[in-house]
């Protein structure tokens, strides 16, 4: 009953559509929901901390709404909406008149919201929801989990069973279903990225299969791999946890960087520079991301051998990823630029992105890093790199291709404001943290000295600005379906210039293989 054939309607069109349109926008609309739900346990954290002492919450929920913040924006917000952009634009670009695989396609969204459900339930139970932190290390989260911890595992067993259902399909679409002449060196970047990402995906998901199943065992069934009481070893726990958690930085960044590498070009009116180099460097980073695990880990007493390893290995990282910056920014270089709202927010992306990237490279060196580790300079690092790097060039892209989706043009000017609030609030909320963390303040307590109270103050409007700016964005979104413009299919940018898409199609659907020309 899908939506191709027959009158469904209502509920049922969605509930059992097989159309890779409607999924995707379904990815979409629930991820933006988990990006309202994580960051208003973010607004709970920051009104904490908006003054020294215990204002609010408690303790313990504090930790609860640490742990939860962060597992509801990378499992549920950020990782669902680049799947959704995956589903709508890539048979498109490749010339496919749908995914590969369209009824698992279905079935891998609609394990999402009963699991989300699952996960925010926990909240409510007897003992509270997790509240070890989204890295969630042993023992904290086994010998001394509230009850909770038992569906949070169900839970991220679900979820990964969802992703690696969307990565199959997303690579059987993009391995078969090319159009004629669309050979692997003519699909577009974000095309590429989505194919090593997925195929990271399909690597790491089962290590953290293993990794709460392992949790599973020790708490149930007495066995004791994370336990050092009956010969096992937390430590093992940490590099369980981060031989998925580190390639999994990177499955959140790359479709990001494949999205900058479509509107970059557009907005320039140049075709990417170093389009080969660009294909080269995802993949170096995806391989690179699977021997770099171990720098979260550098306190935990590993041998100096290794700390030099994986330091020298984490600093190689930065080499493909720095080639990418060089290659969009030689993209703009001598281009005829106009700064519309997707361009605006792709710019910003790269360069925060490459503020996180250097504070990353601060982070790798080892001996620094025992001064670094756990204080907020991590979580700067790390929200430099997820939010700007990612949640930025998802606005970007909503913005670049809902006229494609809708049929209707945003508000421009609205467009406009929000990223400048957005970009405003994101930099008052996360650069202070820098500075706190460099003079010592530790994540994730509710509480703090004095002497970090006005920085703390500047973090916590900042994050009120950025989260306040969300609301705006869903109101442009809504008002774009119900009352925006019409565009025609030739004129799909309006303000400031006219852009006339003049692209040879290789198949009977329209792509964007190559960048738009003036006429």
């Given at each position: 009953m899908g939506a191709h054939h027959g009158p469904a309607k209502g509920f049922s069109r969605w509930l059992f559509t097989t159309n890779h349109k409607d999924i995707g926008t379904m990815y979409l609309w629930f991820s933006f929901?988990?990006?309202?739900?994580?960051?208003?346990?973010?607004?709970?954290?920051?009104?904490?901390?908006?003054?020294?002492?215990?204002?609010?919450?408690?303790?313990?929920?504090?930790?609860?709404?640490?742990?939860?913040?962060?597992?509801?924006?990378?499992?549920?917000?950020?990782?669902?909406?680049?799947?959704?952009?995956?589903?709508?634009?890539?048979?498109?670009?490749?010339?496919?008149?749908?995914?590969?695989?369209?009824?698992?396609?279905?079935?891998?969204?609609?394990?999402?919201?009963?699991?989300?459900?699952?996960?925010?339930?926990?909240?409510?139970?007897?003992?509270?929801?997790?509240?070890?932190?989204?890295?969630?290390?042993?023992?904290?989260?086994?010998?001394?989990?509230?009850?909770?911890?038992?569906?949070?595992?169900?839970?991220?067993?679900?979820?990964?069973?969802?992703?690696?259902?969307?990565?199959?399909?997303?690579?059987?679409?993009?391995?078969?279903?090319?159009?004629?002449?669309?050979?692997?060196?003519?699909?577009?970047?974000?095309?590429?990225?989505?194919?090593?990402?997925?195929?990271?995906?399909?690597?790491?998901?089962?290590?953290?299969?293993?990794?709460?199943?392992?949790?599973?065992?020790?708490?149930?069934?007495?066995?004791?791999?994370?336990?050092?009481?009956?010969?096992?070893?937390?430590?093992?726990?940490?590099?369980?946890?981060?031989?998925?958690?580190?390639?999994?930085?990177?499955?959140?960044?790359?479709?990001?960087?494949?999205?900058?590498?479509?509107?970059?070009?557009?907005?320039?009116?140049?075709?990417?520079?170093?389009?080969?180099?660009?294909?080269?460097?995802?993949?170096s980073i995806a391989f690179l991301s699977f021997i770099v695990w171990a720098h979260h880990m550098y306190t935990v007493g590993m041998p100096i051998a290794g700390e030099l390893f994986f330091m020298y290995a984490t600093m190689l990282i930065a080499v493909p990823t720095a080639a990418k910056v060089f290659n969009w920014i030689t993209t703009m270089f001598k281009g005829s630029i106009t700064l519309e709202t997707p361009m605006l927010f792709a710019i910003a992306k790269v360069f925060l992105f490459t503020i996180g990237g250097f504070s990353g490279l601060m982070l790798a060196i080892a001996p620094a890093d025992f001064q670094y580790h756990d204080s907020y300079f991590v979580v700067a690092h790390f929200h430099y790199t997820m939010v700007a790097g990612a949640i930025f060039a998802l606005s970007a892209a909503v913005y670049y291709w809902i006229p494609k989706w809708t049929g209707k043009m945003y508000n421009e000017t609205m467009g406009k404001a929000h990223f400048w609030i957005s970009f405003i609030g994101f930099n008052l909320t996360f650069f202070p943290q820098h500075f706190v963390g460099l003079a010592g303040m530790p994540r994730r307590i509710p509480d703090y000295n004095l002497m970090f109270a006005d920085f703390n103050m500047m973090s916590s409007i900042g994050a009120f600005i950025y989260g306040t700016s969300q609301l705006l964005f869903l109101f442009n979104i809504v008002r774009t379906i119900t009352h925006g413009k019409p565009v025609t299919e030739d004129k799909v940018w309006e303000g400031g210039t006219t852009l006339e898409w003049t692209v040879p199609s290789p198949a009977p659907y329209h792509t964007f293989t190559t960048p738009p020309e003036i006429k």
């Open positions: 929901a988990m990006f309202l739900l994580g960051g208003s346990f973010a607004m709970i954290i920051r009104a904490e901390l908006f003054q020294p002492g215990l204002q609010i919450v408690q303790p313990e929920f504090f930790n609860q709404m640490t742990t939860m913040h962060g597992l509801v924006m990378v499992f549920g917000a950020i990782m669902p909406a680049f799947v959704g952009l995956a589903n709508w634009m890539i048979p498109m670009m490749i010339g496919a008149p749908d995914m590969a695989l369209p009824r698992m396609n279905n079935w891998s969204f609609w394990i999402l919201p009963p699991t989300f459900l699952l996960l925010a339930s926990t909240l409510l139970m007897e003992g509270g929801g997790p509240n070890f932190g989204w890295t969630f290390y042993a023992p904290l989260s086994t010998t001394y989990a509230p009850p909770s911890v038992t569906f949070f595992i169900f839970a991220v067993h679900a979820m990964g069973i969802s992703s690696i259902m969307g990565s199959i399909n997303i690579i059987a679409t993009i391995v078969n279903m090319r159009a004629p002449g669309m050979t692997y060196m003519k699909m577009p970047m974000f095309v590429w990225t989505w194919l090593i990402t997925a195929f990271l995906l399909v690597a790491v998901m089962p290590v953290l299969a293993g990794a709460v199943t392992m949790m599973l065992m020790d708490i149930h069934f007495g066995t004791s791999f994370f336990s050092a009481a009956g010969g096992g070893d937390p430590v093992l726990f940490q590099h369980v946890f981060w031989f998925f958690g580190h390639p999994e930085v990177y499955i959140i960044i790359l479709p990001a960087f494949g999205v900058v590498s479509e509107i970059i070009p557009t907005f320039s009116r140049k075709p990417l520079f170093g389009y080969d180099s660009m294909v080269y460097a995802t993949s």
